[in-house]
């Protein structure tokens, strides 16, 4: 009797296909379901390579050897009706498909039992069966026994039921967002009938709409453009001619000018409002500014918090859309400005109120016209 060891070895020169699966313990499938591989039903039927790689998967799983071949036996028991009622001999179907007929899928009719018969003339259908298009119903039992034992779920958990129209719209979705086929060629293609000025319809254009993903990317770009913008305004001047620019505006200032000034930093506006440290070109924070976030001399004017709300908004989709790609660094850096952004958001909130009410006035709003003061 040959040992197991040899067993294997003339199953995998039966079936050299075999050897792509490297994780599968061959030396472990019996005697019986190696002499039905060999010389048994098995190795006459026309998926006999797909039944010997299912007969060692669930082998080297550690399923017993009397529920393996009750499972081969259904299988081959599927795989015929498949083949008898509707022409699926092999799961490479395409290929025989187009060697049974001179290396193209053949034109055959549309099912004249669906609604849309009259319109749709014959094609080269891929699901085809005796020269005719196969029915709604039978591709997607087709489908449903493909994935048996498979369960999808979207983002949120539900569940998602592989149908044939989902195939459709997927193929769809995938030509005009990753490959940029028109709209016309595509409502062609998918039987929509174009409008009177040869416009894609509606139900074509549904396939432009953008995916989430790129949303956020559009306003992460918009971000960093503003981010850019903010870097020229706030950007870091040679400290010594600062100084001298400074030292020169100050002297040929007058008095309350220079008052106003030096406590408000209004020779110096930033994104949230203005800079208090007096002398803004020597920022204290070099370049590492981030819009002024967390720093002391930040003087918040509330009536730019349509700025702070704008890029939380754009953070937050940014920071989502970091998180799905696996990129936690980009993710925690972005939720670390989110934070600060709520945190200034509060603080204007709490300003703006303070000023309805009555309790606070911005200093720069007590300053009187410089004209004036200069009359008085």
Known sequence: MLSDAERATALLERYSELLILPN???????????????????????ARI?????????????????????????????????????????????THLKAAHGGEIPVV?????????????????????????LRKSLINGLIRFVLDGIQLVDRAGER???????????????????????LEVLAEAMGHTLTA??????????????????????RHDTVLAIMDDAKLAVRVIEPEQEAERLERLMTEADERTREVLER????????FGHCGCGYPGLCVRGTARSFCLGCPFL?????????????????????????????????????????????????????AEAERQGS??????QVPPLHAASTG
């Open 24 to 46: 599968c313990d061959w030396d472990r499938l019996g005697v019986t379901t190696v002499f039905g591989l060999l010389f048994g039903a098995s190795s006459r039927h026309f």
């Open 50 to 94: 797909e039944l010997a790689t299912l007969a060692g998967i669930l082998t080297t799983a550690g399923v017993s050897t009397a529920y393996m071949i009750d499972g081969e036996h259904c299988v081959r028991t599927v795989l015929d009706l498949m083949k008898q009622r509707f022409g699926i001999s092999t799961p490479h179907a395409i």
């Open 109 to 133: 009719a549309y099912d004249r039992f669906h609604s849309k018969a009259e319109h749709l003339g014959p094609e080269r259908y891929l699901f085809q069966w005796n020269g005719r298009h």
């Open 160 to 182: 998602i039921d592989v149908t044939s129209h989902l195939l459709r719209h997927a193929g769809a979705t995938v030509q005009r967002q990753q490959y940029g086929v028109p």
């Open 197 to 218: 000025d040869g416009q894609a319809p509606e139900a074509t254009r549904y396939y432009s709409q953008m995916t989430e993903a790129q949303k956020a990317e559009i």
């Open 264 to 271: 408000y930093g209004g020779l110096h506006p930033v994104t």
């Open 299 to 351: 003087v918040r004017r509330p009536e730019y918090l349509d700025r702070v709300d704008f890029l939380l908004e754009g953070y937050l989709a940014a920071a989502d859309a970091h998180e799905r790609m696996g990129d936690l660094a980009g993710a925690r850096e972005r939720k670390r400005l989110i934070a600060e952004l709520r945190q200034l958001r509060s603080e204007m909130l709490l300003l």
């Open 360 to 365: 606070w006035t911005p200093r720069w709003k």
